[in-house]
Structure formats: structure tokens, C-alpha cells
T-cell receptor, first 114, second 116 residues
Framework: DTEVTQTPKHLVMGMTNKKSLKCEQH?????MYWYKQKAKKPPELMFV???????INESVPSRFSPECPNSSLLNLHLHALQPEDSALYLC?????????????FGPGTRLLVL | AQSVTQLDSQVPVFEEAPVELRCNYS??????LFWYVQYPNQGLQLLLK??????LVKGINGFEAEFNKSQTSFHLRKPSVHISDTAEYFC??????????????FGRGTQLTVWP
């Protein structure tokens, strides 16, 4: 199994809603990442988890709350989002942080905030 | 920090023609170089990567890239493109500093459009 899965594929939510994005990998990777991608732009790093612990938070607003329940699963909890948060949210994983290993990306969740 | 420049935001080309997508980087430390492809409404897929050794790297779908240290470039090439190659292509670098945790620094992307 060499893939990263993400659910849901699409999500529409209001500004008062609470929702969660889910990411799963079964490659035994110990590093997991959340990215935000706006149209026609490169992915922007949001969070990095190393061995299930949050290692990097790129000054992301607190309305985004990541969680890593176990080594295979990564969640992103969403609350009180703004319309400008509408984007493609990508999850990625890598074997570890050894230089040059590269990251494997999931298909993303396309989020629309109304 | 690293920076990656993809000079061309859009590259139109006819089917079966060769194509080159340009990528330049700047860094004060050793880097590792990647090309990713993103098809419409999909995530990113790793095309190829350069870690060390031979400067010519072959990837999936007939793509190859050449690392040129003196010119700090890592251009992507394909001798004959297909319509199915239409996608956004991202060049990315990471470095060997442990503090960056394998972070990827992306270029802005190049939209390759292949016309029949």
C-alpha cells in the first residue's frame, strides 16, 4: 500500500460549523504534513508531525487544530472558518526526515467555506 | 531559507513536441531536488528526485531532469509529450538541515498544456 488517503473529497461548511478532515497512510511513515493550496498556487505548509508529535506549526490560526491519534492517522479539525480558508487541503507523509526522502501526497479535500 | 524559481508560469506545446520546464534554486546548503506533477483536481505526484550521483535523473512517464550545480538549475524535460501530460508541474527543494524536518520549498508552478 503506497498511498495516502484523505476524506472527505469535498466539504462545504458554514462559518459557524465544526468539521474534521481525515488523512491516513499505511506505509509506516513517521512524518506527516498538512498543506493548504489555493488555486494556481503551490502548496503552503501548515503543520508537521514527527513521530505523532507536532513539530512545526507555521503560524496557522487557531481555527485550524491538527491531531495525530496514531502513527497512521492525521486529522485537521476546523472551527469558525472564514471564506478565505476555502482551498484544497493536502496531506502528505514521508518515511522520516532523512534528507531527500520526498513526500507522498494524498488527493486532497476541497473545502468551501460559505 | 531556500528559494525556487520557475520562470515560466505557462508552457503551451503541441502533442509529440519536446518540452523543457525550467527550475532554478538558491541555497547556502546542500539541497535535494524534486519535481512533482498535479493533474486537475488531484494531489501531487512525485515525478523524480535528485539526491546525489548522476546529474541526469529519469522519472516516471518518460520525464527526466538534469541537475546543474554551477547554474543551480534542475530543468525537467520530455522528448515527446502527450495530451495526458497536461498538468501543473512543481519544482521543490529540501535541504539536509535537521531543523527543517524534510520541509519542501516549492516553486510557483508551471502549467503545461499540450494541444492536439
Amino acid at each position: 500500500d503506497t498511498e495516502v488517503t484523505q476524506t472527505p473529497k469535498h466539504l462545504v461548511m458554514g462559518m459557524t460549523n465544526k468539521k474534521s478532515l481525515k488523512c491516513e497512510q499505511h506505509m509506516g511513515h513517521r512524518a506527516m504534513y498538512w498543506y493548504k493550496q489555493k488555486a494556481k498556487k503551490p502548496p503552503e505548509l501548515m503543520f508537521v508531525y514527527s513521530y505523532e508529535k507536532l513539530s512545526i506549526n507555521e503560524s496557522v490560526p487557531s481555527r485550524f487544530s491538527p491531531e495525530c491519534p496514531n502513527s497512521s492517522l492525521l486529522n485537521l479539525h476546523l472551527h469558525a472558518l472564514q471564506p478565505e480558508d476555502s482551498a484544497l487541503y493536502l496531506c502528505a507523509s514521508s518515511q522520516d526526515f532523512a534528507p531527500g526522502v520526498g513526500q507522498y501526497f494524498g488527493p486532497g479535500t476541497r473545502l468551501l467555506v460559505l | 531559507a531556500q528559494s525556487v524559481t520557475q520562470l515560466d508560469s505557462q508552457v503551451p506545446v503541441f502533442e509529440e513536441a519536446p518540452v523543457e520546464l525550467r527550475c532554478n534554486y538558491s541555497s547556502s546548503v546542500s539541497v535535494y531536488l524534486f519535481w512533482y506533477v498535479q493533474y486537475p483536481n488531484q494531489g501531487l505526484q512525485l515525478l523524480l528526485k535528485y539526491l546525489s550521483g548522476s546529474t541526469l535523473v529519469k522519472g516516471i512517464n518518460g520525464f527526466e531532469a538534469e541537475f546543474n550545480k554551477s547554474q543551480t538549475s534542475f530543468h525537467l524535460r520530455k522528448p515527446s509529450v502527450h495530451i495526458s501530460d497536461t498538468a501543473e508541474y512543481f519544482c521543490a527543494v529540501s535541504d539536509d538541515r535537521g531543523s527543517t524536518l524534510g520541509r519542501l520549498y516549492f516553486g510557483r508552478g508551471t502549467q503545461l498544456t499540450v494541444w492536439p
